[in-house]
């Protein structure tokens, strides 16, 4: 894992096991997202759409078996549902802004389902820029949230109603790849989700991406 990455997560997760360091701890948070979020903006920035829609470790075990695309999808797709089905109990940008429709997307779950070939054929039929559109509208949206809390809602456990709402939606598919995510979010609070959809499953997620550049880019 990236040193100054792996550095900033501990730091936030240290920090904001305080009171008076809680705000600090935030603010660590949100700087280790936005040097991240650059990374995911230069890859679509240096790259043509169809190369973000390549599978160059196809067979590989781990996060650089998918595509760029796919990866950014569903991180955000993940902290979406996270942030305002789990956390806020509201509508998801991805309702909201008619962005299955916008995005094209023929799912509207988080692609844990997906696997080998689905996920090359998956990401080829998005619409790249309005993806990203996606992602940074979702990316807004959960720091909006996070910069109104304190330390004591960061102990507010997932409950049966969470659940329930989850289930509702659909959004997690039940292919077995996929239904465990249903007992892990709700077994969490929302520290445990800040510890990982916002902020350690994107920096596993854009590691695999820079592979998978480094793959695309290899001479053929």
């Known amino acids: 894992m990236n040193k ?11 920090l904001t096991k305080n009171d008076a360091t809680f705000s600090e701890g935030m603010d660590v948070l949100f700087s280790l997202r936005d040097s991240l979020f650059k990374e ?8 043509p759409p169809e190369a973000l829609c390549e599978q160059p470790f196809v067979n590989a075990a781990g996060y650089h078996s998918k595509t760029i695309a796919y990866s950014v999808y569903h991180v955000f797709r993940i902290e979406d549902i996270c942030a305002h089905t789990l956390i806020a109990a509201d509508d998801e940008i991805f309702f909201r ?12 779950t988080t692609g844990n389902e997906l696997s080998g070939r689905e ?6 039929r998005l619409d ?8 940074v509208e979702v990316k807004k949206s959960t720091e909006s949230m996070l910069q109104k809390m304190r330390r004591a809602d960061f102990k507010r456990k997932m409950n049966a109603q969470d659940r329930e709402r ?13 239904a465990w995510l249903v007992d892990y979010w709700c077994g969490k609070d929302v520290r445990g989700l ?9 920096i596993m997620h854009v590691e695999a991406a820079l592979r998978i550049e480094r793959g695309v880019r290899k001479p053929k």
């Open 4 to 14: 100054e990455w792996s550095d900033l997560n501990k730091r936030f997760q240290i």
């Open 119 to 124: 996920i090359a054929e998956f990401s080829a």
């Open 97 to 108: 802004g008619g962005f299955q429709e916008r995005m094209k997307s023929p799912i509207a």
């Open 194 to 202: 800040a510890q990982m959809p916002f902020s350690r499953h994107w």
């Open 128 to 135: 790249i820029a309005t993806l990203y559109e996606y992602a």
């Open 40 to 47: 995911f903006l230069r890859l679509k920035n240096v790259l």
């Open 166 to 178: 989850l289930l509702s939606l659909g959004v997690v598919s039940e292919d077995e790849n996929a």
